[in-house]
């Protein structure tokens, strides 16, 4: 294995910044959504993540935005803080939309689809011009093979990784392979400051209409253990028509807005 100078690098920072406890905040969107989450000041990328209240049985699902700038070839998220047997999201532009996938790998290797989380892209996903934002609800996503999120710890390591200078083989499918990453770091996401009472309101105001072209069933509806897939409302251009619909890769769906 071929480790660059500029992995190594960033690699060795990570540790430190690790170490010196890289700390989640809470971060507001331009939509005036807060979320607890690490803005890197370096990559220009955001994690963010609204945690529903605490329930008994807890709740699966939650909140996340991910923000990189649109030149950048893919950049991805690990809920499980490593690379390996994690839940990890990947997002990368296509034209200006947004594509999305859930990936998983027991490896450092290309990690691949993964079909647990039942995710639905929550409006303003899209291309502001400047950077690809991919706001989405995530249900079935506390647990993964070989890993979890404990909403009532104190605290979780995410991760999160991207590839600045390579776009992805095949940009349109959600399904693409693509090279590795060329830097990746490490933040605490201090899970109680992550929990929204607001969350409710919060998913409905983010949620699809009801009447959205693609949908086979309304956001708010039960995961089913087929993925479902509904559309974003809002994007940065509202005269744009609704969202293409085509298969690709099994477990994949692709529509404008990304993979469910
Ligand atoms: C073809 C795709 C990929 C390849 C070949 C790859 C390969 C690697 C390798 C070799 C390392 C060890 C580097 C080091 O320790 O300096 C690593 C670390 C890491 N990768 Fe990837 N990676 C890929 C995709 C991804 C994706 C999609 C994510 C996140 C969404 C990710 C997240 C991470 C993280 C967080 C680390 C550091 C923590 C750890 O060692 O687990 N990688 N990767
Ligand atoms: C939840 O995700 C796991 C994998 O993390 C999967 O095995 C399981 O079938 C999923 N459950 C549902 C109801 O989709
Ligand atoms: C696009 O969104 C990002 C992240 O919220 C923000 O930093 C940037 O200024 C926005 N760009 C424009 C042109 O509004
Ligand atoms: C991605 O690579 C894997 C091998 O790592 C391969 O099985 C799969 O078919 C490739 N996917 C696409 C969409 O080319």
Redesign the pocket.
Known sequence: ?K?SRA??VA?FY?LINLVAGQSSTQICDANGICFEGYQDPTLDTFVGIILPPLTTPPSTEYIVQLVAPISYGWT???MGG???DSL???FWPSGDDVVFSS?WTDG????LLYAGPTVTMLSGSGSNGTHLIATFRCQNCTSWDGGSIDPSGSSQVL???TSTDTPVDDPTNPAS?????ND?N?FGLVTANAISSDYQSILSKLSPPSSAPTSSAPSSSAPSSSPSHTSAPSSPSPSSTSPSHTTSASGAEQTKYGQW
Do not use: C, D, I, K
């Open positions: 294995m480790f992995l190594v690699g990570s991805g998220a690990s490593q690379m390996a990890l999201f990947v990936r450092y290797v290309q990690p991760a999160y990784a392979n693509f090279t590795e990453h990746f490490f």
